[in-house]
């Protein structure tokens, strides 16, 4: 026997208070007389709701969800009535509504008063038969980007997942951005430190200058030392020379 939505919801609910729930998954329960029924106001938080094969028929008790963005409710027997989403849900960026009983544009057009609505299913619906069906739908809901999974161009949609990862990846790229134009920490500390190198470069420098000239410094000496010597040398012959002079004389 299938579980009735209103048991549904609560074994989902795990203890939670209707407020707390953000995402509620209520596939394959059955629906008394083709409506919604356990959902109410209290589920304000609620941003992801999916009934998929809940033998639906109507939409009427739905309750307000200003919050929810995503809403599944592919292979149903919905047939109209789509125009109590833009009032109850008026912030949908996605819905499916893939294997349902819609035939025509005249049903599908309600969901132009959907302004943020951007992705729509619609396979295995009737109205997939018309001709010029997909150009006809983006005509229609200029708002929206994705039809059954394609944009106009042929370009597929990316899954939530993906998304996400993009949003993450753009974030750690702005926070590395961020890092780079503010510098690293510490990157004065690491330029005070390339200057006191350069610095104290320049003082080995000055004192091998100063090795040097005191190296010249001691070579001259060393020069001028021997000229004095050469110089005494020279007088002490010459006092040799006239002492041999005066002996001679005598």
Do not use: W
Request: one cysteine or more.
């Amino acid at each position: 026997m299938e579980m009735k939505m209103k048991q549904k919801i609560n074994l989902e609910l795990r203890n939670r208070a209707p407020e707390e729930v953000t995402e509620l998954v209520l596939d394959n329960c059955h629906s008394v007389n083709g409506e919604i029924e356990g959902l109410n106001d209290t589920f304000k938080e609620l941003e992801f709701l999916s009934m998929v094969n809940v033998a639906l028929t109507s939409l009427a008790g739905l309750p307000s969800l200003s919050k929810l963005r995503k809403l599944e409710l592919s292979d149903n027997i919905i047939s109209g009535g789509l125009e109590v989403l833009a009032e109850k849900c008026p912030n949908l960026t996605y819905l499916n509504l893939s294997g349902n009983k819609i035939k025509d544009l005249s049903t599908v057009e309600a969901l132009q008063n959907l302004k943020s609505l951007k992705s729509l299913d619609l396979f295995n619906c009737e109205i997939t038969n018309l001709q010029d069906y997909r150009e006809s739908i983006f005509e229609l809901l200029q708002q929206i980007t994705y039809l059954d999974g394609f944009d106009q161009e042929d370009n597929e949609a990316p899954d939530s997942e993906e998304e996400e990862d993009d949003e993450e990846d753009d974030d750690e790229e702005d926070e590395d951005e961020e890092e780079d134009e503010a510098g690293p920490p510490g990157g004065y500390e690491e330029e005070e430190e390339d200057e006191d190198e350069a610095g104290s470069d320049l003082e080995g420098e000055e004192e091998e200058d100063d090795d040097d000239d005191d190296d010249y410094v001691e070579e001259g000496g060393d020069e001028e030392e021997e000229e004095e010597e050469e110089s005494v040398q020279g007088e002490k012959r010459k006092r040799d020379i006239e002492d041999e002079g005066e002996e001679e004389d005598d």
